[in-house]
């Protein structure tokens, strides 16, 4: 609940302040590049 209060509410009403946060340095990751390592 928590979560989607966050993603629901927090994040419209503070947009402005997150925006200057957010990067726009995303790399798309796809499931073949993506592995579990056991330990």
């Given at each position: ?37 056991e330990?």
């Amino acid at each position: 609940d928590a979560i989607l209060a966050f993603f629901r509410e927090t994040i419209p009403r503070e947009w402005k302040a997150f925006r200057e946060q957010v990067s726009d340095n995303f790399r798309i990751i796809t499931h073949q590049d993506f592995r579990v390592l056991e330990g």
